[in-house]
C-alpha cells in the first residue's frame, strides 16, 4: 500500500436495487458503471447540505479533495468525467 495512514479504501458492495439502477443509467448516457457513479458522486453537492456534510465527516485530512468543498460543480467537469 502506498497510503501514508495505511489505511484500505473501502469498496461498497451495492443492494441490488442500487445496481439495477446504476446500470441503466449506464447505459442511458453510454458510459461504464465506475464513471456513471462518478457523476453521481460530482452531483451530490447540488442535492445535500455541505454543512451537514461536513459536520458528520469523520475524516478531515482530504477536505482539500473533497467535492463537498468545491460547491456545484462545474458543469465541464461532469462533462469531462463522462467523455
Same mark, same amino acid.
Given at each position: 500500500?502506498?497510503?501514508?495512514?495505511?489505511?484500505?479504501? %473501502?469498496?461498497?458492495?451495492?443492494?441490488?436495487? !442500487?445496481t *439495477?439502477?446504476?446500470? @441503466?443509467? !449506464?447505459?442511458? *448516457?453510454?458510459?461504464?458503471?465506475?464513471?456513471?457513479?462518478? !457523476? *453521481? *458522486?460530482?452531483?451530490?453537492? @447540488?442535492? &445535500?447540505?455541505?454543512?451537514?456534510?461536513?459536520?458528520?465527516?469523520?475524516?478531515?485530512? +482530504?477536505c482539500? %479533495?473533497? +467535492?463537498?468543498?468545491?460547491?456545484? +460543480?462545474?458543469?465541464?467537469?461532469? +462533462?469531462? &468525467? &463522462?467523455?
Open positions: 500500500m502506498n497510503n501514508t495512514n495505511n489505511k484500505r479504501s %473501502y469498496t461498497p458492495q451495492f443492494s441490488r436495487m !442500487a *439495477i439502477a446504476v446500470r @441503466r443509467l !449506464a447505459w442511458a *448516457i453510454s458510459r461504464n458503471m465506475v464513471k456513471t457513479v462518478d !457523476a *453521481i *458522486i460530482l452531483l451530490l453537492p @447540488r442535492l &445535500l447540505d455541505k454543512s451537514a456534510v461536513c459536520t458528520a465527516c469523520q475524516d478531515n485530512t +482530504v482539500k %479533495y473533497c +467535492v463537498f468543498n468545491y460547491g456545484d +460543480v462545474p458543469p465541464q467537469e461532469l +462533462v469531462d &468525467l &463522462l467523455n
